[in-house]
């Protein structure tokens, strides 16, 4: 099982968004997959319509499992550890713990060796604390979702070199860069295409293909606590994320079930 951190610690770039529609675009073609929400605003529980008393905050604090708070969601093959205001509390504590860059990591033992799923994908708070980068620490690698605007360039310079430093701290030292999915995408502006152009030229090897682009309907699935796949499954956003999902499948040598 890959354990795959979908980070930017800029906020509004499409980072929960992404998380959870990659994650049920993955579902529906066939894996099995466990998005923990690592987010104290809990975005990608309420966008999956998910009400549980089961949350990420009684692992964090040891009172718990990891795979004792999974609940299900309404999409078949997507699973969740959902997460709550607790989290924004407990991240002052953790960051006292000497092993606060590998807590994380050490609690995602019994996941990883649990046959139940084949991907993790990790949804990390928009910034730079202990949530963010002990998610990091505890991957085998990081996508990256960029808005197609000048300041994502930016906040990509930021976050590569959060990369580089917990590779060099020695917490995550085969950690990856996944890919860079560019989402917010506008073709009738030249900045979009120029953003996609300047990191196509810098990361040729990272960039997904397939750009997201900026619809109404991607924005408002979550107020009604639905994938983008159960909101409009036939619009532009559903066909983007799926072509999204391939592309990542095909990177990991992995395929859809049939």
């Known amino acids: 099982m890959k354990v795959i951190a979908i980070a930017n610690q800029k906020g509004g770039v499409g980072k929960t968004t992404t998380a959870i529609s990659l994650s049920a675009a993955l579902a529906k073609l066939g894996k099995k997959v466990l998005l923990l929400d690592l987010d104290p605003q809990a975005n990608a529980t309420s966008g999956l319509g998910i009400e549980a008393d089961s949350s990420i905050y009684f692992p964090l604090i040891g009172e718990a499992s990891m795979l004792d708070q999974v609940v299900a969601t309404s999409t078949e093959n997507l699973f969740i550890v959902p997460s709550g205001m607790d989290l924004s509390g407990v991240e002052i504590e953790l960051a006292r713990r000497d092993d ?3 807590f994380l990591r050490d609690m995602l033992v019994d996941v990883r060796e649990c ?20 998610s ?22 930021k976050i590569i070199h959060i990369i580089t430093q917990i590779r060099e701290s020695g917490a ?8 860079i999915i560019m989402t917010m995408y506008d073709g009738r502006t030249n900045l979009s295409r120029q953003v996609v152009d300047e990191v196509t030229k810098h ?5 997904f293909e397939r750009v997201v682009p900026r619809t109404i309907r991607l924005s408002e699935a979550p107020s009604f606590g639905k994938t983008i796949f159960q909101h409009d499954a036939s619009g532009t956003g559903s066909r983007a994320y799926i072509a999204v999902a391939h592309e990542f499948l095909e990177r990991h040598g992995d395929a859809p079930v049939e």
């Open 136 to 157: 990091l620490a505890s991957a085998d690698e990081v996508l990256i979702p960029l808005q197609c605007e000048y300041f994502g360039l930016e906040g990509l310079a």
């Open 172 to 179: 995550a030292p085969d950690l990856l860069l996944g890919g």
């Open 203 to 207: 990361f040729p090897d990272h960039i």
């Open 115 to 134: 046959s139940d799923f084949d991907y993790c994908l990790l949804d990390t708070p928009p910034s730079l604390g202990v949530l963010m980068t002990s």
């Open 100 to 102: 606060h860059l590998t």
